[in-house]
């Protein structure tokens, strides 16, 4: 309850993970596994808490009131108008003009 809103069947990227999560559970648990399978669902159980804590700290929600995520305008836009959008098209001229790093190049801080 402390990092997962009482709204959280209304949040898609809780759903996927709670979802993971049970999953992850049901083959860790299946009798045909080993015990290193459990340790590897407990890893995933770690991983998923630190997730959800993070997704908790973005989001308005209370007990008493849900906000629905509201995409960035950007991302709204490409999905609207798609690659002949201008949105499209200054994302990729932004790309283009990054310099190329080629497998082991190292970025200086």
Not at 9 to 29: M, Q
Not at 35 to 58: I, T
Not at 71 to 77: D, E, R
Request: aromatic share 10%; with cysteine; hydrophobic share 35%.
């Amino acid at each position: 309850s402390t990092f997962i809103p009482p709204c959280w069947e209304k949040h898609e990227g809780y759903i996927r993970f709670l979802d993971a999560l049970h999953r992850s559970y049901l083959d860790a648990t299946h009798p045909a596994q080993t015990g290193e399978a459990l340790m590897g669902w407990h890893h995933n159980y770690q991983f998923v808490r630190d997730e959800l804590a993070a997704c908790s700290k973005q989001l308005s929600c209370t007990s008493l009131t849900h906000h629905p995520f509201q995409a960035p305008a950007w991302a709204t836009a490409i999905v609207n108008d798609g690659k002949d959008g201008h949105e499209w098209q200054a994302r990729q001229e932004e790309v283009a003009l990054r310099p190329r790093r080629g497998p082991g190049s190292v970025v200086a801080a």
